[in-house]
Nanobody, 124 residues
């Protein structure tokens, strides 16, 4: 069993930065493919970014490429999402997820464990 806890969300202005962190307990995250999803009010959960177990391969949804960076900290057993140049359309609850499967990485159904989410609100 893996317990995931997100932190770092908040209310910021457009153009600001935030760093989300996902801390795990119960298992080491190095054994899992990790991802961040987000869900805005009235919308489906959307894939944001994933990092492979190696930590060197990452994929992003087009709307965040060049602005967001996903990374692993093996020592702290965390996965982070650095979000720069935030836009109002980035407003959502952000969820951390862990999967034993590698693909299809943008499909929420392959993820075995989820955190409770952290709210990110970007004002214009």
């Amino acid at each position: 069993q893996v317990q995931l806890v997100e932190s770092g969300g908040g209310l910021v202005q457009a153009g600001d930065s935030l760093r989300l962190s996902c801390a795990a307990s119960g298992r080491t995250l190095s054994n899992y493919y990790m991802a961040w999803f987000r869900q805005a009010p009235g919308k489906e959960r959307e894939f944001v970014a994933t990092v492979r177990s190696s930590g060197t391969i990452t994929y992003y949804t087009d709307s965040v490429k060049g602005r967001f960076t996903i990374s692993r900290d093996y020592a702290k057993n965390t996965v982070n999402l650095q979000m720069n140049t935030l836009k109002p359309e980035d407003t959502a609850v952000y969820y951390c997820a862990a999967s034993r499967s590698s693909a299809p990485y943008a499909n929420p159904s392959i993820y075995n464990y989820w955190g409770q989410g952290t709210q990110v609100t970007v004002s214009s």
